[in-house]
């Protein structure tokens, strides 16, 4: 294989030679041939070096044909008309040849190799990806985090350990920075489908890396921005949504390819800063949408991996976080109401705790306080309301502290039925005086509907209100019994004593 | 001048062998395997001696009419046997060491890959181009 290049080479070079003779007639338009020689061997060291860019294992032969040819072209100099005559017949072939070889300098300057030159949204993700693996970014990984790293992107060992020859320069055993971007970028490219190189490409060695990416102006400001939103979204609900909307736009700027992954992110976020929200999911699917609609933009213009960089970002999502703390109670005591409750007891009252035992009268006395409570806690009676008025049963897939949201459920039922039984009063007579002003079926009916169904919802309310008290009595029940049992126990314990 | 390198893991199996195709390598690998005896005895006479540089290189482990074998074993007991042909000049004792320790760099490299399990067959290629200059600039 050398010596086919050598070849190469070998006859390149004479139509180099050519065409530097050629040119600088054309540009000197002298006539001294030795001259021109020297103004050749000027002219020819550049391009020994030129080439021998593209092709560095054949620089030893260079200079070997160049002193062969160095008397063919001194006896073809006296004979100047012979070149002069030739250059316009090799003149287009040579410049082309010749324009080629600068233009392949060029790219070699400018590094075309698309397959190996990283982009900066690539550049970005990449980083992002080894500050979640190792926060400084002028430390490096080490080889077994690289290694569960690495190994999520489902490629199989061997690859995966050419690919860390290839890239641990150093042979440390550990990746920095640029080690890591090049072997990240050596991996999507492989599940792209492009074979790995033989060696590293030049726009992949650490050197090049660290100089074409000025790293520490924007990888500090990103890592400003994250440190930023983490703290930040350990506050309270509403703030954390604030800062979910921040996170996730500075998360925009992040390469996330495609909607599934910045759905991955938001919920990684979501999870890890979320505690059992649900009443978030309603405004989360706001904030995902927005974001991807800000991340539509560079989506155009991100490489071509989506497919692998979504596998990537799939694989490498904390592993599964903490499923949410469901409909049930997230704060509740350890006391599992599932196995207090007997099963005859509806499931739907398993998510609440029995409130203290002064609360069954409140219902009855509280209803003066209900408007001051709803007031101090619109937000909260809002949405239970709302389900109040959808459904009861809905009421205890609330995931909040359970008994709070029970008062506050009991007073905004209350409320809710109260707010309904004077509606539902007014529209009583409102409606008979309808019915008896217009007596139109359609109204009739229509009045009718509403009444019924007014009737219902306080119907089921109340329904539920007293299913409520009669869990908490059966629960008083059963805590009476066992202390009587334990009593009973301790008697039993006494008395083969005095029988004795 | 090597005609065959092997790396041979702490319980003697091999790790990497490669010979010069020109022969039959059944016979190398014979040679290497017989050898393990000779470089197993070295290692028990050595006993509790300090283990520096120059014990790890063992020599010359023997010489047959057409080779001779040199032995070199790793701290950890991982052994590197070289054939030479006793044809060509006699390579000096400081080239044989050198090119242990070139084999020793290079396979300490493939050790701190961390995709390499150690006691794997070493497919590195890195480390296969090292053993390919090695031979080539033998022969």
Redesign the interface.
């Known amino acids: 294989m050398m010596s086919k290049s050598d070849g190469d080479i070998c006859f390149g070079n004479p139509t180099e030679l050519h065409g530097t003779k050629a040119q600088i007639p054309n540009v000197a338009t002298e006539k001294n041939t030795f001259t021109r020689l020297d103004d050749e061997d000027k002219q020819r060291v550049p391009l020994i070096h030129g080439y021998s860019k593209l092709r560095s294992s054949t620089e030893q032969m260079h200079p070997a044909p160049y002193e062969a040819r160095q008397p063919l072209v001194q006896s073809e100099g006296p004979s100047s008309g012979g070149p002069g005559a030739k250059a316009p017949r090799h003149q287009a072939s040579l410049i082309r040849s010749f324009s080629v070889e600068r233009e392949a300098q060029d790219s070699n300057s400018n590094y075309p190799d698309e397959p190996w030159r990283i982009t900066e949204e690539q550049r970005e993700y990449y980083v992002n990806q080894f500050r979640s693996l190792q926060p400084d970014p002028s430390s490096f990984i080490s ?2 985090v ?2 569960n790293f ?1 190994t999520k992107s489902k490629l199989s ?2 690859e ?3 690919i ?2 290839l890239s ?1 320069a150093d ?3 550990a990746l920095t920075l640029p080690e890591f971007c090049a072997a990240f970028h050596l991996i999507v490219a492989r599940k792209n489908g492009y074979p790995l190189p ?1 060696s590293l490409p030049p726009t992949l060695q650490p050197d090049y890396l660290q100089a074409a990416f000025p790293k520490p102006k924007w990888e500090c400001a990103l890592f400003d921005s994250y440190s930023e939103s983490m703290p930040a979204s350990q506050q309270a609900r509403d703030s954390n949504r604030m800062e979910k909307a921040t996170i996730k736009d500075a998360a925009a700027d992040f390469p996330a390819p495609t909607q599934a992954t910045t759905g991955d992110d938001s919920q990684a976020l979501k999870s890890t800063a979320d505690e059992a929200l649900p009443k978030d999911m309603s405004k989360d699917p706001a904030i995902p949408k927005d974001s991807s609609s800000l991340k539509a933009r560079p989506r155009s213009r991100s490489y071509s991996s989506t497919s692998i960089e979504e596998a990537m970002k799939r694989g490498e999502d904390p592993p599964t976080p903490p499923p949410r703390p469901q409909k049930t109670h997230s704060r509740a005591s350890s006391l599992d109401l599932n196995k207090v409750f007997q099963p005859s007891v509806p499931a739907t009252k398993s998510g609440l705790l029995p409130p203290p035992p002064a609360l069954p009268p409140r219902p009855c006395a509280s209803q003066s306080e209900q408007a001051l409570d709803a007031e101090s806690h619109p937000q909260l009676s809002r949405a239970p309301s709302q389900a109040a008025e959808s459904s009861p049963t809905k009421k205890d897939t609330h995931a909040q502290p359970p008994l709070k949201p029970i008062r506050r459920k009991f007073r905004t039922e209350n409320q809710a039925t109260e707010n309904q039984e004077p509606s539902a009063t007014v529209g009583g007579p409102s409606s008979a005086a309808t019915a008896k002003a217009h007596p139109t079926v359609q109204k009739q009916s229509s009045k009718q509907k509403k009444a019924i169904q007014t009737a219902i919802r306080k119907n089921k309310e109340a329904n539920a209100v007293l299913a409520r008290l009669n869990s908490e009595l059966q629960q008083q029940l059963k805590e009476v019994h066992q202390e009587r049992i334990a009593l009973e126990n301790q008697l039993e314990q006494l008395r083969p004593v005095t029988v004795l | 001048m090597a005609v065959c390198v092997a790396v041979i893991a702490k319980e003697n199996y091999p790790l990497y062998i490669r010979s010069v195709p020109t022969e039959s390598e059944l016979k190398f690998h014979y040679m290497v395997h017989t050898s393990l005896d000779v470089v197993d005895e070295k290692i028990s006479a050595m006993g509790k001696a300090l283990v520096d540089q120059r014990e790890l290189y063992l020599g010359l482990l023997y010489p047959t009419e057409d080779y001779k074998v040199y032995g070199y074993v790793t701290n950890s007991k991982v052994k590197f046997v070289m054939v030479v042909d006793s044809s060509n000049t006699a390579l000096r004792d400081n080239e044989i060491r050198s090119m242990f320790r070139k084999l020793h760099n290079s396979y ?2 493939v050790m ?5 399990n150690p006691g794997d067959r070493i ?4 480390f296969d181009s090292m053993v390919t200059t090695m031979m080539i600039q033998v022969c």
């Open positions: 080889g077994s690289a290694k690495f060992i061997p995966l350990s050419y860390w020859e641990d042979c440390d055993g033989e | 300490t490299d701190c890959n961390p995709f390499y497919q590195s290629r890195a």
